[in-house]
């Protein structure tokens, strides 16, 4: 079946410091990739999207690009800051409308 892998746990980073958040997916299909962030004491929200390959999602100086070719969306940011303590979730789905749950896609 469809999955995604995020391959580090938690992340000690000091202000200013660069950050790379790794997701690779293994589907058949070609797939929605979502980024969501959920802060602490809140629910998961959105953060980036990208519906087909090459797309770069954008938000609040987070960017990820997705790249069909080596199967990725890794979460990037230049310089963070102490409200980016979060947790992140890379997510897939078949489509855009499509049901997206945790780290791996059920169907």
């Known amino acids: 079946g469809d999955s995604v892998t995020q391959t580090e746990g938690q992340m000690l980073l000091t202000e200013g410091d660069s950050l790379i958040v790794n997701c690779s997916y293994e ?55 102490e409200s980016d303590s979060a947790v992140y979730y890379c997510v897939l789905s078949d489509t855009v409308t499509g049901t997206a749950g945790g780290a791996e896609h059920k169907r």
């Open 27 to 81: 589907t058949i299909q070609y797939p929605a990739l979502f980024w969501y962030v959920q802060y602490p004491g809140e629910g998961p929200q959105l953060l980036l999207k990208a519906t087909k390959a090459n797309d770069k999602g954008i938000n609040k100086g987070f960017e990820a690009t997705y790249n069909r070719e080596t199967t990725s969306f890794h979460l990037e940011k230049a310089s963070v800051h």
